[in-house]
C-alpha cells in the first residue's frame, strides 16, 4: 500500500464546468503523476510532478492544468470538460527517491469521470 | 506512434494451464520493463520486471522474458488460476535521458482465466 487516496472517486459534471481531481499521498514522494484509461488505449500519461511547484506535459496534456503546492497533493484541473474527458483517470508514484533501486509506479484506486 | 504494443486485446486459458501475454516494444532507448495488473474498478497493480541486462525473471508463478533483439517480451503465469483473470499492461521506461522516470503503457490484454 503506497498510501495513495484520489477525490472524488466518481464524479457527473456538465460540459464546460471546471473539474478538479485530488491526489494525496502519505509518504512524501517526490515524483507524481496523472493518467487517463480509457478502452482501446491503455494508460496515458496527461501529466507529471518531480517536485513542489514542478511539473511538466505528458503525451495528452491539452485541456488539463496540475498543480503541486504541497509534497502530498497533486491536483488535476480539467479547465472546461468536454465529453472527451470522460474517461478514468488514475494518479501514481513512484519511490524512486527512496532507497529503492527500482522503477515502479503505485497507483491510486481512481477517478471515474463522466462529462454529459 | 505506439512505442509499446500489445497486439492481443485478449486471451482466454484454462485454469492450471499457462498463459501467454506478449508485447513488444519499437523504442531502443527502453531499457526497463514492467509488467501490470488491473482489476475492475482498481488502480493497476505491479507485478513483476526486468532490466534489460537479463533475460529473464522470475517471481513464484510468474516469469517474464525478454528478447532484446526482437524488441520483445513476454510474460509467463504458471499455472494459471482464475483469479489472474484481470487486464494485463506492459510497461517501458528509458533508464538514461533524464525522463522523469515516466512510464509508456501498452493498450493491455485482457485475461480470462476459466475453470
Known amino acids: 500500500d503506497a498510501g495513495i487516496t484520489q477525490s472524488p472517486r466518481h464524479k457527473v459534471t456538465e460540459t464546460g464546468t471546471p473539474v478538479t481531481l485530488r491526489c494525496h499521498q502519505t509518504e512524501n514522494h517526490r515524483y507524481m503523476y496523472w493518467y487517463r484509461q480509457d478502452p482501446g488505449h491503455g494508460l496515458r500519461l496527461i501529466h507529471y510532478?518531480?517536485?513542489?511547484?514542478?511539473?511538466d506535459k505528458g503525451e495528452v496534456s491539452d485541456g488539463y492544468s496540475v498543480s503541486r503546492s504541497k509534497t502530498e497533493d497533486f491536483l488535476l484541473t480539467l479547465e472546461s470538460a468536454t465529453s472527451s474527458q470522460t474517461s478514468v483517470y488514475f494518479c501514481?508514484?513512484?519511490?524512486?527517491?527512496?532507497?529503492?533501486?527500482?522503477?515502479?509506479?503505485?497507483f491510486g484506486p481512481g477517478t471515474r469521470l463522466t462529462v454529459t | 506512434d505506439q512505442q509499446v504494443k500489445q497486439n492481443s486485446p485478449s486471451l482466454s486459458v484454462q485454469e492450471g494451464r499457462i498463459s501467454i501475454l506478449n508485447c513488444d516494444y519499437t523504442n531502443s532507448m527502453f531499457d526497463y520493463f514492467l509488467w501490470y495488473k488491473k482489476y475492475p474498478a482498481e488502480g493497476p497493480t505491479f507485478l513483476i520486471s526486468?532490466?534489460?541486462?537479463?533475460d529473464k525473471n522470475e517471481d513464484g508463478r510468474f516469469t517474464v522474458f525478454l528478447n532484446k533483439s526482437a524488441k520483445h517480451l513476454s510474460l509467463h503465469i504458471v499455472p494459471s488460476q482464475p483469479g489472474d483473470s484481470a487486464v494485463y499492461f506492459c510497461?517501458?521506461?528509458?533508464?538514461?535521458?533524464?525522463?522523469?522516470?515516466?512510464?509508456?503503457f501498452g493498450k493491455g490484454t485482457l485475461l480470462t482465466v476459466n475453470p
Open positions: 501514481a508514484i513512484t519511490n524512486r527517491d527512496g532507497q529503492s533501486s527500482s522503477y515502479e509506479q503505485y
Open positions: 510532478s518531480y517536485g513542489v511547484k514542478d511539473t
Open positions: 510497461a517501458a521506461k528509458k533508464l538514461r535521458g533524464g525522463s522523469n522516470y515516466k512510464l509508456t
Open positions: 526486468i532490466s534489460s541486462i537479463k
